[in-house]
């Protein structure tokens, strides 16, 4: 199964205003990241952020992370009509191995 | 310096033949990840290829195989093809520095008649 679970599913917003999107996850981690995928495109790397880090900013994004609620959140802040995309938290589990895990992804349109 | 390239970027093949599709990672990654991504599964992890070597490999069955080269080059295969294989397939190097930050191909548009 998924590692990580993303909500809200789809999300329609007006230029200019926020988008917030969340993301659980199953087991510990060393790190978790959030990625952008224009439709039907490989993904981008957006923001890593440490186990051992609450919130992180990039430009227009800011993610935090609970650890203890096996939770983070992707903050998009005055968002534009190229914002438009899915985008996924990935999460690599602390048992080993290299597996990279993605949720299910927010679908994000961005209306000008 | 050069990203990871994926090819074909789209391809069409009917029930039951065999498929191969290449990846190039960036230039000095030894790590290579396939991915699946369907509408409704979303992206499923297939394998992983360090230095020649498979590391890690997801719940897909036997006809899903992969290989790496010495170049680190990799490429995927599937056998006897089915309508549900139909999907966009990510390779993704591993960037070396330990973060397990993935740079990804524009991927291998599959579709299964």
């Known amino acids: 199964s998924q590692q990580g679970e993303e909500d809200p599913q789809a999300l329609s917003i007006q230029e200019g205003e926020n988008a917030t999107m969340n993301c659980s996850y199953k087991?510990?981690?060393?790190?978790l990241q959030w990625y952008r995928q224009n439709s039907g495109r490989g993904l981008v790397h957006l923001i890593l952020?440490?186990?051992?880090?609450r919130e992180k900013h990039s430009g227009r994004l800011r993610v935090t992370l609970d650890t203890s609620k096996k939770s983070s959140s992707l903050l998009i802040t005055a968002s534009r009509a190229a914002d438009t995309a899915s985008y996924f938290c990935?999460?690599?589990?602390?048992?080993?191995?290299?597996?990279?895990?993605f949720g299910a992804g927010t679908r994000l349109f961005v209306k000008a | 310096k050069a990203g990871v390239t994926q090819t074909p970027r789209y391809l069409i093949k009917t029930r039951g033949q065999q498929v191969t599709l290449s990846c190039s990672p960036i230039s000095g990654h030894r790590s290579v990840s396939w991915y699946q991504q369907t509408p409704g599964q979303g992206l499923q992890f297939l394998f992983e290829y360090f230095s020649e070597t498979q590391r890690n490999k997801g719940n897909f069955p036997g006809r899903f195989s992969g290989r790496q080269f010495s170049n680190s080059r990799s490429e995927m295969n599937v056998s006897t093809l089915e309508l549900g294989d139909s999907a966009l397939y990510l390779c993704?190097?591993?960037?070396?520095?330990?973060?397990?930050?993935?740079?990804f191909g524009a991927g291998s548009r599959l579709t299964v008649l």
């Open positions: 087991t510990s981690i060393n790190n």
């Open positions: 990935a999460t690599v589990p602390n048992t080993g191995g290299f597996k990279t895990i």
């Open positions: 993704a190097s591993r960037d070396p520095g330990g973060a397990n930050v993935l740079t």
């Open positions: 952020i440490r186990s051992n880090e």
